[in-house]
């Protein structure tokens, strides 16, 4: 199963409303990714979780909060958005090195994307 | 700072020519992936090279990674309508975080 899956596929809301945005694995990876990303233009890295544990935050804004209940499970609470935070969001996992490992594998960088949720601030 | 520059920006062929996109960087990349992204759906990884002077081949697409593991090139032969989307390489970083660097992408556009 080589498949990461997002809920919903789109998201319409308020900039008052709270929504969450889900994202789920089987590969057993433990590396796993969100971005933003704009018309004809390439993903935005915004957060990467490792070992379900927040590794890299891109300075993204606090009314975007992210959260790994475990190593499957992805979620990206959003709050307070702006219409400017309009765009596709996606998901991604990838395998990630054994704590002290020193020579990663090929397939280490190897990143598998999510179907994406359109999201729309009104 | 590593970039990945990438060319062209847009491509609008007829369907059955050649065509060749580029990905070029000052800086030396531990592997490199190419992804196709179709519009309102994610990106999917088509391959990742690793090895200087690798060529990979996935039917009519061709892929190829410099000898000194800079520079990319994806070629595909007797493009078909299907071939349409936005081609994306990204760089594994050396930093070793799992962030890739990203091209600026290609649209394709392939016209019967």
């Known amino acids: 199963d080589t498949e990461v899956t997002q809920t919903p ?17 089987h590969m057993g990876h433990r590396a796993m990714y ?17 070992y ?11 009314r975007f909060s992210p959260e790994c209940p475990n190593s499957s499970l992805l979620n ?47 | 700072t590593q970039l990945l520059e990438q060319s062209p920006q847009f491509l609008s062929i007829q369907e059955g020519e050649n065509l060749t996109v580029y990905c070029n960087s000052s800086s030396v990349f ?11 759906e994610g990106p999917v990884l088509l391959v990742t ?25 994806l070629h595909i032969t007797a493009a078909q309508t299907g071939d349409t989307g936005l081609y994306l390489c990204a760089g594994a970083g050396s930093s070793n975080t799992g962030k890739l660097i990203f091209g600026q992408g290609t649209t394709l556009q392939v016209k019967p």
């Open chain 2, 49 to 73: 090279v690793v090895t200087g002077g690798e060529v990979k081949k996935l039917k009519r697409l061709t892929f190829q990674f410099g000898d000194a593991r800079k520079d990319s090139s």
């Open chain 1, 76 to 122: 990206l609470h959003l709050h307070a958005l702006q219409p400017e935070d309009s765009a596709l969001y996606l998901c991604a996992s990838s395998q990630e090195r054994e704590p002290g490992q020193g020579i990663f594998p090929s397939s280490y960088n190897e990143q598998f994307f999510g179907p994406g949720t359109r999201l729309t601030v009104l």
């Open chain 1, 52 to 62: 379900e544990k927040l590794s890299i935050n891109e300075s993204v804004p606090s």
């Open chain 1, 34 to 50: 969100w971005y933003k990303q704009k018309a004809k233009k390439p993903p935005e890295l915004m957060f990467v979780y490792s």
């Open chain 2, 30 to 40: 531990s592997s490199l992936q190419w992804y196709r992204q179709e519009p309102g």
């Open chain 1, 9 to 25: 596929k789109h998201l319409v809301m308020g900039m008052t409303n709270k929504k969450s945005l889900k994202c789920e694995q």
